[in-house]
């Protein structure tokens, strides 16, 4: 088994509200919450979940894009958060991301080339004309017409500004890319476009992903391990199909369950849960989902369940897990 | 066939830009049974919104002009109305729910209020029974404890909540119609569900026609009973749901539906992809508007449009290649016959 | 709410000080301050030092702005230098006289240019809003004083219609009518700056009002035009008129001065002008913090009014998606 | 007088010569029966500081006590120190042969203005007052020469110098304040007290009496009816506040104010064009000048470049003085080679030399003192360049048009002048009273027709403290000036003032341009007799005998 | 997003893929327009806008060349010629009360009333976008502190403060600049900060923090440009501003002293002639008009131009309709 390149320990990331006259501290946004993973080196870890529950934040947090309030992350064995600002900026050149926004990810006032040659700007010291053979280069890679390398980004639909967008983040050889949303934003005939792209370039480049999205159809497609969410916590991780095939978290299945999928034919059973998701601010006792949970019991409002591997590649952080003995059971549910 | 609720045809708007007239639809015609659903699709930018707009006449104050076509709703060419014509039917007869629920409710007003406006505007209702029926309104969309619900304001409650209360006031005055532009596309995937199984409900405890607009071939799959694929501002394909996820014809709606990774069988493989990306509404190529990603394009396709060529008792596609039916089997490498 | 209140007027306070000392700093590294200013020529070094102790300036500057402060909260503004009269004698008659002309003219301007620019909104580019954004241009363009100079010109001189300058007729002072009439040059010169802005403010307000979903929403429902107007899209747009007004009182309690000036209005602009020549400073002290006390409250009340009016903001959160 | 362009000088006194009283334009005053009742509306352009007598220093002051205060003595048309009927003094003074005692007799009827009788005892109340250098009255150099006061009785008190003094019978024309209003305030505390600012609290003793004061707007007098006098015949006095002359003008042209003392030059042509509207246009008891300073630290290099009298001799032929009085005073006005009014008995006529503009005999004169035209044209000596800054205030357009005109005629003989505006509180503050400049363009006002100017002149009195801030020092003089105030004779003094014509205007700490004027206008509502026509060149002559002076407008 | 849908979206369709030869290492490019060049090309054809640019370019060109445009000396004196006629003599406008050109006068004062104009805006926008910037940029005690001189600032009102500063101080040119550009740099920090904290929220930025920039590259080198639209827009209409406060100040006496002269100054003076000749005080007036309302011409121009809304009157749509209706397309 390949040797880890991402650990992720116990990370917390709080935000402070701050409220009153003195504007003291009087709570916080639990974004994320004693989470911990950890990414095999050239393996695209994938990680779902509703919006809010701190997927991006956990990716920011990985990069110290954002100081993490309790917690470490290891990256080729380098605590990155115990690193100087200088040792910081130089570990910068093997990790690298990747924006869900085709038009906030790019400076609208930057020309093409620019954005692409900008991390070579900082981080070698390569000629200007240098800089721009690789800016030629790298559009090639990613499949953009260098001949339009001097224009500004508008210009380019969002697809061509993913790419972009990837040809920045591949710039300098990185070894890790957290793809926060890549495709999200894109029209499902240009998706598939920027799959197959990051695909070929892993392929190429022994890149290795954290691969952040919604949409589960994608994640299934490229991820090798799959992360679920919920409310600033990991309930599940898993290798990838079997997770999709037999979810262990009644959650997971909720999700997988809520997707509408392309083929009037096959009308899966759903289970509608109720409610929405309640706010990080006040996350509820003991399990978190224990107040949209239809399995849920006494002791899930109590006591809050560890992310525990129950089988072989997979854990699972639930007091009665789905399909498994003493756990929750599918079938009893009334479904659509 | 099923009495036809609404019937729009050749239906031109357009706007004035910088650059001249751009057509955002072009001479689309679509028509939708009583107590149907009609899903289109489309991606961003094919003039999805437009369409639903232009139904409701609200494309006016969009700046759009209705350049020519009809939108026949029982008997009445709504496209040759007044303005002030049109109040007796907006809200009244169709009624309509927006993409971003949060923005759709007037900050100001509390949502018993908006709810309760709109019933006082098409019968006549006192204040106390309007506010009333509101909150059974309230009620009848899912929202807990209602009476509470109504004296809040839409900054009070989640987005799941506002686009239930949006849903509300649409069908306050029972209409016939229902334009749905993007319902879910703003909410949570948990809660996305629970809207269409709510739509799914009214639809069919008051019968109600819907005009459901989205993106997502999942969610018309789920929820149409016909479809029809936008491309550009037109029509490219047409039929039923069943028709189009299993018989899909036009090019454009085959890679659609191929380039979306599956949740089942092979992971990770090369997906299917429809080359370049959608042209600028401004600057469509001539001949069919699908040519230049075309994989099976002809020089016809680069010369002249093709028409709404029948290939099923409601099915419709706008590609050269069904001209030639077989052309088009071993163009598209199916074995299954096409339906003539 | 009430905490908010609480901080808001805190915060107030705070500015408050904060310009009081920098008033103070300011009248004190002028060359030669107040000292200089209240020893007469020719005096006897040992008169300067009596009028010196008698006035308070031999103490060190901590010790006097102390003074000043504590002076000020029990209503003192302190004397004038000159003649020992109570600033406040000389400053609450002319700030009453410059209340009426602001009051006056704001309140005109403002029944003219919000349903001008609300009309305008609705339809944006017509001759109507082509007039109010000629009328905006040039009013901003025109200085003030200029414009007023030429009305006396014509109306008062030339014509001889309406009255000069001053605020009544020496016979006939404190009669509303002939307060009015005095009214009419100065109002027309304060009028026409204030309504350029105001009138762009509603309409550009509601524009982006006009523009929103929740509109859309109301037409869809088959709210009348009328009704979506006044009654959807007014009160929205109401709010950021409201912070707008309320941030324009510093222009707008300064901004006759000129026009005090040049139509002779006994007000407070004009004393300031005069003292400022004078060197009168506890006047000038007194104006300025004054007016500053004007201008934080109707920031404060724009800011609870906007609280009132919109209830995103009621809650203190933004709108997110819970609450 | 300290109004803001110019500065005051407290000149002492001694007898007046005749003086032409000043003659109106159009047909000056017209006589017929006084009608009762009316209201004479005022303009000005600065407001009151307070009418305490002891205290008054400004023109705004000054010109409001003309209507509340009765003074002990009045001038006449002449200028001569008088008895009126509406004087406190009952009959001229006595002075003695020695000229140390004056006695003064009061009218025995004489009656604040809350009933309570005027004395003798507030006569010397107040002048004490005045002297006490601890009140810090600005009239005290008045009193200085004053050994003691006595009272006999209620009406008569004796006055006794501690020198011979000519000028001195001039300061007795003066207001007096109430003893029992002000006895019992500390002298320390009387300038804040509000006696004098608060019209409820100023007990007065003239023909009017305060009844009201709008600050900054206006101060209205109304005839008092207890009056003890002769009953005027205007009932009211509004004195009306302007934000600066030109709105006052134009109000007087639209007729909303009756008077205007100090019509601008610049205006007159406008003013005399309304029918309503007679113009006096006659200088004022004022001149103006270009003051050299003589201190050396105020030049760069310590080099003042008019240190040789020829060079200050000069600068005088340079300057186009009648052209400045024609053209920029419009003619109101009159040359003057010496610190003397013209037309006054101390007017040295042919005494003073007169400096004829001559560009030709300045660049002789400038050549003979050894100044060589440099590259620039500007000329050189020793290696210094003849250029100047010539302060004057801003603001004041008479004074910037004449500086503009200097600037070319120093100009044209190869003199560098850099004319500087400065706000007139901060020029002041900052140099007048110390004396800090190269050069100024002020002028001087004479509140008394005495022709004494020791304490502007003297060497004894430099700035900061006195206010010969040119620091300008010439022992001839110096000795000159003491006598001129020790002799009572007028025709001796005369000699002596003819004597220091001559040298001051040959020695020249000033470049003397011309007495300017202030042109009244008014309304043709008000009417007068010919005899109490207002006067130019005396203090507060806009309102002589204006107890007399009637509206014609008057129901 | 929607600044964007302001450049000009050209066909996005041109070649996807890659066609050039592999072993050319730099291949050509295309120079396209520039988002100036695009607002440019709008801002071109705004009448308006336009005739502001041609305006105040003309002032401009009057101001530098002033001794050669001047027919005299501004201050020359000449008393034998006071108060001629416009016309009279070799003066367009005539003279003043001691002679002076009146044309001359003119022609020089648009040297300090617009030098005055440029510098403090200038002046302001700096120091009001660096102050905004690193407010807006860096938010918590920086912002708060930075925030609280604003609203004090904001607070006093300005032409009292510059009354003040004029009278106490002196009436220096200098000085007029520093407290005009002093008191009116908290609009630009504000509108700046505002755009700041918008913009520091854009993935562009985060994207720059994750290869490495330094917050000050992210201020000045990526979030400054972004601002720089509005920021040009509200420098324009603070020249506008600032000659405006300039005139004002002069008009009561505390701004531009003689011998110098300024719009302001020679509006002041012309004042006594009211009477006699009224039109001396309608020519500077009209200067300043005719400045100001140039440059708010520009600046809305500029404005419109970066505006994405169209701007279609009811009335043009109309019109367009039938004129198409008509050609019968
Ligand atoms: N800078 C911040 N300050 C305060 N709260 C924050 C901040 N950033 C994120 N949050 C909160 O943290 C929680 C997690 O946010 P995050 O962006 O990580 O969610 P996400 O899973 O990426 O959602 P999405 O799918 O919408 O991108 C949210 O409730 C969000 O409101
Ligand atoms: N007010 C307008 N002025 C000019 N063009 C417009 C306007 N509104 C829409 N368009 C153009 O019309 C076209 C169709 O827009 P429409 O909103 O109908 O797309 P859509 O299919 O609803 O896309 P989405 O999925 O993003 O909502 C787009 O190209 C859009 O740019
Ligand atoms: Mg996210
Ligand atoms: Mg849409």
């Known amino acids: 088994m390949a040797k880890n390149l991402v650990e992720v320990h116990n990370i917390k990331k709080y935000f402070p509200i701050h409220k009153g006259l003195l504007n003291r501290v009087v709570g916080n946004v639990k974004a994320v919450d004693d989470v911990s993973l950890s990414i095999r080196e050239g393996e695209t870890f994938g990680l779902v979940g509703e919006s809010g529950c701190g997927k991006s934040t956990l990716g920011r947090v990985i990069l110290r894009l954002q100081g993490a309030t309790e917690g470490s992350v290891k990256i080729d064995g380098r605590d990155i958060h115990a690193l100087s600002h200088r040792e910081l900026n130089k570990m910068r050149e093997d990790m690298q991301i990747i924006f869900q926004d085709p038009f906030g990810s790019l400076n609208p006032r930057f020309l093409v080339k620019d954005v692409i040659g900008e991390p070579l700007k900082i981080h070698t010291k390569m000629s200007a004309k240098e800089i721009d053979e690789r800016v030629v280069e790298l559009m090639k890679l990613v499949g953009l017409d260098p001949t339009r390398r001097n224009r500004y980004p508008h210009e380019f639909s969002g697809g061509q500004r993913q790419r972009i967008g990837i040809a920045r983040a591949i710039a300098l050889k990185p070894k890790f890319i957290v793809a926060d949303e890549a495709v999200s934003a894109l029209d499902v005939s240009v998706q598939s476009q920027v799959i197959n792209l990051l695909m070929k370039l892993q392929k190429e480049m022994g890149l290795t992903f954290l691969f952040i999205a919604h949409g589960l159809n994608v994640v299934r497609h490229i991820s090798d391990r799959v992360g679920v969410m919920y409310l600033g916590k990991m309930v599940e991780v898993g290798e990838t199909e079997a997770l999709y095939a037999n979810p262990l978290h009644p959650y997971t299945a909720a999700l997988l369950s809520a997707i509408p999928k392309p083929s009037p034919t096959k009308k899966r059973n759903r289970i509608v849960l109720q409610g929405d998701v309640p706010s990080p601010a006040n996350p509820p006792t003991g399990c978190r989902f224990h107040t949209r949970c239809p399995f849920a019991q006494e002791k899930c409002s109590q006591v809050e369940p560890k992310l525990e591997e129950i089988l072989p590649g997979r854990q699972v952080a639930c007091h009665f897990p789905v399909g498994v003995e003493g756990g929750s059971d599918l079938s009893t549910l009334e479904t659509k | 066939m099923a009495e036809k609720l609404l019937e729009v045809r050749n239906l031109t708007t357009g706007f004035l830009t910088d650059k001249g007239f751009v057509k955002a639809t072009d001479r689309i015609s679509v028509s939708i049974e009583k107590g149907k659903t009609l899903c289109l699709v489309g991606e961003s930018g094919s003039g999805k919104s437009v369409t639903s707009l232009s139904i409701m006449r609200l494309i006016d104050y969009a700046g759009g002009i209705i350049l020519e076509g009809n939108i026949n709703f029982k008997g009445q060419d709504l496209a040759a109305k007044k303005q002030e014509e049109l109040k007796e039917i907006r809200g009244n007869k169709i009624s309509m729910i927006f993409q971003d629920p949060m923005s759709a409710l007037n900050p100001v007003f509390t949502v018993g209020d908006q709810i309760a406006e709109s019933l006082s505007l098409h019968q006549n209702k006192s204040k106390d029974e309007a506010w009333k029926e509101a909150i059974e309104l309230l009620r009848m969309v899912g929202i807990p404890s209602p009476e509470i619900r109504a004296k809040q304001y839409p900054n009070q409650l989640s987005g799941g909540m506002c686009q239930r209360v949006v849903i509300a006031i649409a069908l306050a005055a029972k209409p016939e119609l229902l334009i749905a532009d993007e319902p879910t596309t703003a909410l949570d995937v948990t809660v996305q569900a629970q809207i269409l199984e709510l739509l799914q409900d009214l639809k069919e405890k008051l019968g109600t026609s819907i005009l459901l607009i989205t993106h997502d071939m999942g969610v018309a799959a789920e929820m149409a009973d016909h479809i029809a694929v936008m491309y550009a501002g037109a029509i490219v394909e047409q039929g039923t749901v069943e028709e189009i996820f299993s018989n899909p014809s036009h090019p454009y709606t085959v890679g659609l539906l191929q380039s979306i990774p599956g949740f089942e069988g092979e992971r990770g493989g090369e997906l299917y992809t429809i080359k370049g990306t959608i042209p600028a509404l401004g600057n469509l190529p001539q001949g069919c508007r699908f040519n230049p990603r075309c994989p099976h394009v002809m020089d016809k396709c680069r010369q002249v449009e093709p028409g709404d060529i029948k290939i099923g008792s409601e099915h419709f596609t706008k590609c050269w290649l069904y001209e030639d039916k077989e052309k088009a089997a071993a163009a598209l490498g199916k074995g299954e016959s096409i339906h003539g | 709410m009430t905490e908010y209140l609480i901080r808001r007027i805190l915060q107030s306070i705070l500015v408050l000080f904060l310009i009081s000392l920098v008033t103070f700093g300011l009248i004190h590294a002028a060359p030669g301050g107040p000292t200089q200013m209240m020893i007469s020529p020719g005096m006897s070094p040992a008169a300067a030092q009596v009028q010196m102790h008698n006035l308070g300036l031999d103490k060190s500057i901590p010790e006097q702005y102390w003074i000043w402060i504590k002076n000020l909260l029990t209503g003192d503004l302190g004397k004038t230098f000159k003649n020992n009269i109570p600033v406040g004698d000389i400053l609450w008659p002319t700030m009453k006289n410059t209340f009426v002309l602001m009051s006056f003219s704001w309140v005109i301007s403002m029944i003219i240019a919000i349903p001008w620019g609300i009309y305008n909104s609705t339809k944006p580019y017509g001759i109507s809003d082509q007039t109010a954004n000629f009328v905006s241009y040039v009013g901003f363009a025109m200085p003030a004083f200029w414009f007023g100079i030429i009305l006396q010109q014509v109306f008062s001189l030339q014509l001889n219609w309406l009255p000069l300058s001053d605020m009544y007729a020496m016979d006939k002072q404190g009669n509303f009518i002939n307060l009015l009439y005095h009214l009419i040059l100065p109002c027309t010169v304060l009028i026409l700056a204030n309504l350029a802005a105001y009138s762009k403010y509603s309409r550009s307000s509601m524009l982006e009002v006009l523009e929103q979903d929740y509109i859309r929403t109301a037409r869809a429902k088959g709210v009348p035009e009328r009704k979506v107007i006044f009654r959807h899209a007014l009160r929205n747009a109401l709010i950021p008129i409201i912070t707008v007004l309320g941030m324009e009182l510093p222009t707008l309690v300064v901004g006759a001065t000129l026009t005090e000036s040049v139509f002779n209005w006994p007000g407070m602009g004009r004393l300031f002008v005069d003292m400022a020549r004078a060197r009168e400073y506890s006047v000038l002290m007194a104006i300025a913090l004054v007016t500053a006390v004007v201008v934080v409250l109707g920031n404060l009340i724009a800011d609870i009014l906007y609280k009132l009016v919109d209830p995103r903001v009621q809650l203190g959160r933004k709108g997110g998606k819970s609450a | ?555 | 997003m929607s600044d964007m849908n302001a450049m000009s979206a050209p066909n996005v369709q041109q070649s996807v893929e890659p066609q050039v030869p592999e072993n050319t290492p730099l291949p050509p490019s295309d120079k396209p327009p520039g988002p100036w060049k695009t607002v440019w090309t709008k801002f071109r054809k705004n009448g308006f806008a336009m005739t502001g640019l041609v305006v105040l370019f003309l002032f401009i060109l009057i101001s530098v060349l002033a001794p050669w445009i001047a027919p005299y000396k501004p201050d020359r004196i000449d008393l034998m010629i006071a108060n001629l006629a416009p016309g009279t003599g070799n003066h367009l406008l005539g003279t003043d009360e001691v002679g002076r050109d009146i044309f001359s006068r003119l022609v020089y004062s648009s040297r300090i009333s617009l030098f005055i104009g440029f510098s403090v805006a200038a002046i302001t926008v700096i120091i009001g976008s660096i102050i905004g910037a690193v407010s807006g940029y860096f938010g918590g005690w920086t912002d708060t502190i930075f925030m609280r001189i604003v609203d004090v600032m904001n607070s006093i009102p300005t032409l009292f403060l510059n009354i003040l500063v004029m009278a106490i101080f002196g009436t220096k040119i200098s000085y007029m600049i520093m407290i005009l550009a002093f008191t009116s740099w908290t609009g630009v920090a504000r509108l700046v900060r505002g755009n700041f904290l918008q913009l520091r929220e854009m993935q562009y930025v985060e994207a720059a923090k994750a290869i490495g920039v330094s917050s000050w590259g992210i201020i000045f080198r990526h979030l400054m440009r972004n601002a720089s639209f509005p920021i040009i827009v509200n420098a324009t209409l603070m020249v506008g501003g600032a000659i405006l406060s300039e005139s004002g100040l002069s008009y009561l006496g505390l701004g531009i002293q003689a011998p110098a002269t300024s719009w302001g100054l020679m509006l002041s003076n012309s004042q006594e002639f009211m009477l006699t000749n009224p039109m001396q005080a309608v020519y500077p007036g009209l200067c300043i008009l005719i400045v100001v309302l140039a440059v708010s011409f520009i600046g809305d121009g500029i404005r419109d131009a970066l505006d994405p809304r169209q701007k279609n009157s009811r009335g043009r749509l109309a019109k367009w309709r039938k004129s198409f209706s008509k050609s019968g397309i």
């Open chain 4, 1 to 555: 007088v300290g109004c803001g362009d110019s500065k005051t000088v407290d000149a002492p006194k001694d007898e007046p010569k005749k003086e032409e009283a000043a003659k109106t334009d159009d047909k000056p005053a017209e006589s017929g029966e006084p009608k009762q009742g009316g209201t004479l509306t005022v303009g000005t352009f600065s407001d009151i500081v307070s009418v305490n007598p002891i205290f008054v220093q400004d023109t705004a002051s000054g010109d409001a006590e003309q209507f509340l205060y009765a003074k002990l003595f009045d001038y006449d048309k002449e200028g001569n120190v008088v008895a009126e009927p509406w004087s406190l003094a009952a009959e001229p003074m006595k002075i003695s042969e020695d000229g140390l005692t004056y006695e003064i007799k009061l009218k025995d009827n004489l009656k604040w203005s809350d009933g309570q009788p005027i004395t003798a005892d507030d006569v010397k109340f107040t002048l004490e007052t005045i002297m006490n250098p601890e009140t810090g009255s600005p009239a005290i150099s008045n009193f200085d020469k004053v050994s003691k006061i006595e009272v006999a009785d209620a009406q008569n008190l004796k006055i006794t110098m501690k020198q011979v003094y000519a000028p001195f019978k001039y300061s007795l024309a003066a207001e007096i304040a109430p003893q029992h209003v002000l006895k019992d305030i500390k002298v320390t505390e009387m300038q804040k007290n509000s006696y004098g600012t608060d019209p409820a609290k100023t007990v007065t003793s003239g023909p009017w009496k305060w009844t009201e004061w709008k600050q900054k707007e206006y101060l209205k007098f109304d005839a008092n009816p207890d009056y003890w006098g002769p009953k005027p015949n205007i009932s009211t006095v509004v004195y009306k506040i302007y934000a600066d002359q030109n709105t006052e003008v134009q109000a007087l042209i639209k007729g909303d104010i009756d008077l205007v003392s100090g019509v601008p030059v610049t205006q007159l042509d406008a003013v005399k064009k309304i029918d309503s509207i007679n113009v006096a246009s006659l200088p004022g008891p004022q001149y103006e000048f270009v003051g050299l300073n003589r201190k050396p630290e105020n030049f760069k290099d310590k080099f003042v470049p008019w240190e040789g009298q020829k060079t200050r001799q000069a600068m005088a032929y340079a300057v186009n003085r009648q052209g400045m009085v024609d053209n920029v005073l419009k003619g109101v006005g009159q040359l003057m080679n010496a610190p003397f009014m013209p037309n006054s008995w101390a007017d040295p006529g042919d005494a003073a030399v007169n400096y004829q503009f001559d560009p030709e005999k300045a660049k002789q004169l400038l050549a003979e003192e050894g100044w060589k035209a440099g590259s620039d044209g500007i000329l050189v000596k020793d290696g210094h360049r003849f250029s100047f800054e010539l302060q004057y205030n801003s603001g004041n357009s008479r004074r910037e048009q004449v500086s503009l005109v200097m600037q070319q005629n120093f100009k044209d003989v190869g003199i560098e002048m850099i004319p500087k505006a400065i706000d007139f509180a901060a020029w002041n503050e900052q140099n007048l009273t110390p004396g800090k400049f190269n050069a100024i363009l002020l002028g001087w006002s004479l509140n008394s027709p005495d022709p004494d100017g020791e304490s502007t002149f003297s060497s004894k009195f430099f700035a900061p403290t006195g206010q010969n801030m040119v620091f300008y020092k010439n022992d001839k003089l110096d000795k000159l000036w003491e006598e001129g105030t020790k002799v009572v004779d007028q025709e001796k003094r005369k000699e002596v003032y003819k004597e220091i014509a001559t040298e001051i205007s040959t020695d020249l700490p000033y470049i003397f341009l011309y007495q300017y004027g202030t042109p009244q206008a008014h309304s043709k509502k008000i009417k007068f007799n010919e005899e109490d026509a207002p006067i130019s060149n005396l203090a507060y002559g806009e309102f002589f005998h204006v107890i007399k002076w009637w509206m014609g407008d008057a129901k």
